[in-house]
């Protein structure tokens, strides 16, 4: 008998978060129970025991099952590779680090599960950050910078507690950096977004995999590209599809 294919895959993409990884999949698997449904943990070329942490625990959770990249190639790309394996119409992704509550992640899947077809995601939007004073006020002008170039409807496009269509998702053109852009890239699609607010927790375990400068470095450009990306787009308006004629 073939395995039922889950209605929601969660995705989580991990490098070097030892200690994180494990109770974060205790905690999704907690927050799931009794839903259709799967994770899909990413490993990014960890250099520490973060692969070894998630395939001991594939026995005790049945739902997990456990990626590995051959070498780092960022998070996009392991959301990416998390969203091409995954069998659910919905994905949602959770940071690996642990700060996202998976508690909130049912909500935002039935937010999306009950919108109509023309929503396409459903962003977390980071009630009360629990981050550094600077990493706080960076993000906050680095969202108005880029709603003002781009003129998306986010107000927290770093918080990686998403949930979309894995179809529309996999429309999009691919580039690293590319979770930061989702809202602006559904938008370009002729979708609409949808945000709900979550909880933010401090890290526990690990550090930070971003610096603020280097977070400006790759927005700079990425802004460039999103924006040219934007320019380019065409809508062919409604789409109808015709048929033959019966033979008379």
Known sequence: ???????????????????????????IAAAFAGRSYEMVFVDD??????LAELRGLMAELPALRVLGH????GQSRAVRTG????????????????????ADAPGLADLLAASPPSVAL??????????????????????????KLL????????????????????????FDHLHRY????????????????VDHRHRETGRSKYTNWGRLMASLSDL?????LKSRSRKPGAISEFRRSPAG
């Open 1 to 27: 008998m073939s395995e039922a294919i889950p209605d929601i895959s969660v995705v989580v993409p991990v490098h070097d978060e030892e200690g994180a990884a494990g109770p974060l999949a205790r905690e």
């Open 45 to 50: 070329a960890s250099r520490d025991g973060t």
């Open 70 to 73: 051959g070498s780092n190639a």
């Open 83 to 102: 969203v091409l394996a995954a069998r659910g119409a919905i994905v949602v992704t959770l940071d690996g680090d642990g700060q996202n509550p998976p």
């Open 122 to 147: 459903v962003g977390g939007r980071r009630a009360k950050r629990q981050d550094s004073e600077a990493k706080r006020q960076a993000s906050l002008w680095a969202n108005r910078i880029r709603r």
């Open 151 to 174: 003129g998306d409807d986010a107000d927290d496009t770093g918080c990686g507690l998403k949930a979309f269509r894995r179809e529309v998702f996999l429309r999009l053109p691919y």
């Open 182 to 197: 989702l809202p602006a890239l559904m938008i370009r699609e002729g979708y609409q977004n949808l945000y709900l607010d």
């Open 224 to 228: 460039v590209g999103v924006m040219w």
